[in-house]
């Protein structure tokens, strides 16, 4: 039973990176935009539900909300920063797998979610949808190999990315020392010490977001008319994690930008991109894990 739901929280898919499934979880992250001619702020609160349907199969469901503050620091003519600087967003994460031998475990996840400036009533076109569906060999606690490891590999589709269709996903997993472990994979991948039992470092990269919609739209440059607002990051960082329970974990993330999108767009087509130099991101939090 512990063995899928690990693999459950292993697939969890959020801002197109595999990360631990978190039964709740509270974050704040900033980039204060010394180069980046913008600043972002994020705050978050999130909880899942896990739920047993059979002897070999789970389910999980989950909300996820987020506040977010973007401040665009270029000066455009006819731009109202006013409406392009608050947004908000709700998501629905609904999660399933199922063992389908003693190798392999199949997972597959849903993510519709609301992200706007709430400026009137929902619409059609607040509404975005993420998911992934991926297949699990898992020989990470197993006494059969000498050394411990974990593949992942399958598709997964984000809306925050710039390309429209579905992406492949892998992620490997292999523990060299006892101490040392690390991952590689896209979009995730991490080198990990072991200090004490406790105290945990990584050096990591992986990728961060969001996607909403302008509701009434802003004016640039007198003409165009822009309806969403589109950011995503690729980080490469350190975090420190310290188990403050057995399923409860304190962390702080120091990043630094290597790739920077930010986009005011009109359907599909770009309106605005900022200029964007290297910045940094700075993460903390505390969460519930299985």
């Known amino acids: 039973m512990r063995k899928l ?16 499934l978190d039964l709740a979880k509270i974050e704040y992250a900033y980039l204060p935009g010394d180069n980046a ?11 899942n539900i896990p739920f047993k349907l059979k002897k070999n199969s789970y389910f999980f469901a989950g ?40 190798d392999w475990i199949f997972g597959a996840q849903i993510s ?9 009533s929902l619409k059609r076109e607040d509404l975005l949808v993420s998911g992934l569906i991926v297949f699990v060999k898992d020989k990470k606690d197993s006494a059969s190999v000498r050394k411990p490891f974990r593949i992942i590999t399958g598709v997964y589709y984000n809306t925050n990315t710039r390309l429209p269709f579905p992406l492949p996903f892998i992620s ?15 979009p995730y991948s991490n080198l990990q010490y072991h200090l004490t039992e406790k105290h945990r470092l990584k050096i990591y990269a992986e990728g961060d977001g969001f996607n909403t919609s302008l509701q009434n739209g802003v004016i640039i440059n007198d ?15 350190v975090r420190y994690e310290y188990n403050i329970a057995k399923h409860v974990e304190s962390y702080i ?18 309106v605005f991109i900022p200029a964007i130099d290297d910045a940094m991101l700075y993460r903390i939090g505390v969460r519930c894990k299985i």
């Not at 001619?37 to 909880?47: G, I, M, P, S």
Request: charged share 20%; hydrophobic share 35%; net charge positive.
């Open 5 to 20: 739901l690990v693999i459950l929280a292993l697939i969890t898919f959020h801002f197109g990176q595999c990360q631990y």
């Open 37 to 47: 001619n913008f600043e972002y702020q994020r705050q978050r609160v999130l909880f």
């Open 63 to 102: 909300l996820d909300y987020s506040s977010i503050q973007f401040k665009h620091r270029e000066e455009q003519d006819s731009y109202n920063k006013n409406n392009a600087e608050n947004f908000k967003s709700l998501g629905l994460n609904l999660s399933y797998t199922f063992q389908i031998n003693d």
């Open 112 to 120: 519709p979610s609301f992200n706007s400036n709430l400026e009137g």
């Open 172 to 186: 490997y997993y292999r523990k060299f020392r006892p101490k040392w472990s690390y991952t590689i994979g896209a």
């Open 223 to 237: 003409n165009q008319l822009a309806n969403r607002l589109r950011m995503f990051l690729i980080l490469t960082g």
């Open 253 to 270: 993330n120091i990043t630094r930008t290597v790739f920077s999108d930010v986009q005011l767009r009109d359907g599909k087509e770009n």
